[in-house]
């Protein structure tokens, strides 16, 4: 060992304890912390209300974290600016989750990225506590058609894509439209019948700020009023700042890794150099 590093990532990463987040750390380029290595991420997962230190996604054994869609995206963006992934299953906690991924450079040319994970299963339990509201049902699609949360009937399970989504729902064209022509103000379209509705009713549709995902609320006509198309709508848009909240944390906690990264990666710059690319370090959680 030639030299010990104290990480205060997991400071930024953990956000006080925010249950939400489910990880986050850095993830260099092949040969960009040390020449001949591919892989060697610095990265902490939440297992209850701690940070630990994971070296799992360097392992052979897991998928290359240069090909994800979240590293992809990352790569792609502008420096400084959080890019959210499609929804995904970590491959090695299985957890649901999206990341915030920030790219970063070194000596003007980019390096890696820096990375925060928001768990997507307090957004389930959120739409399915509060997608009642109506009398109805709530449901979160993201860009890519994937499903963040739809519900599951006793005769089928819920829809995991746009595809499935599709088949069981018919109305769910008109959703697929609203989310291709990039539309921005929320909308209202009535259906003939819905499975979970039994019957008529309406459908509404927003996007959450900065993730592009497509929420909806489905109410059943007999809840309707002349006046219910704005209301519906008024009622849909008091989710958002609750899910806007849920993503500021993490967007914080992003920019707060984002700030660190200069000094960090010079301190990991200083101790590669001593000592060839195999220094030690010492992980502090919290």
Known sequence: ?????????????DSQGNTAIAGGGLWPEPDAFSAGVARRSFYWARSG???????EYNASTVDDYHTADWYVQGKASTPGRCAWS????DPVSKILMTTCT???????????????DLTLTGLA????????????????IDP???????????????????TALLAAYPWFKAVTQWRSSGQREAQTFQVDHDAQLG?????????VPASGWTVGLATPQAHMTGIASKLTIDILTTLLP?????????????????????????????LGEQGGGATDFEVVDG
């Open 1 to 13: 060992m030639t030299g010990v590093q104290t990480c205060a990532l997991p400071i930024f990463i």
């Open 49 to 55: 209300q701690s940070l630990g230190y994971s070296e």
């Open 86 to 89: 499609d929804a995904y299953e």
């Open 102 to 116: 920030v790219p970063y450079s070194r000596d003007g040319r980019f390096a890696g990225v820096a990375t925060i």
């Open 125 to 140: 339990d959120f739409l399915k506590s509060n997608g009642q509201v109506t009398g109805g049902y709530a449901f979160a």
């Open 144 to 162: 890519s058609g994937k499903v963040l949360y739809f519900p599951a009937t006793g005769e089928q399970p819920a829809p995991a894509d746009e």
């Open 199 to 207: 019957g008529a009713g309406y459908i509404s549709l927003t996007r």
């Open 242 to 270: 609750i899910l806007a909240l849920v993503f500021g944390l993490a967007w914080l906690a992003g920019r707060a890794v984002f700030s660190q990264i200069n000094e960090t990666t010079a301190q990991i710059d200083k």
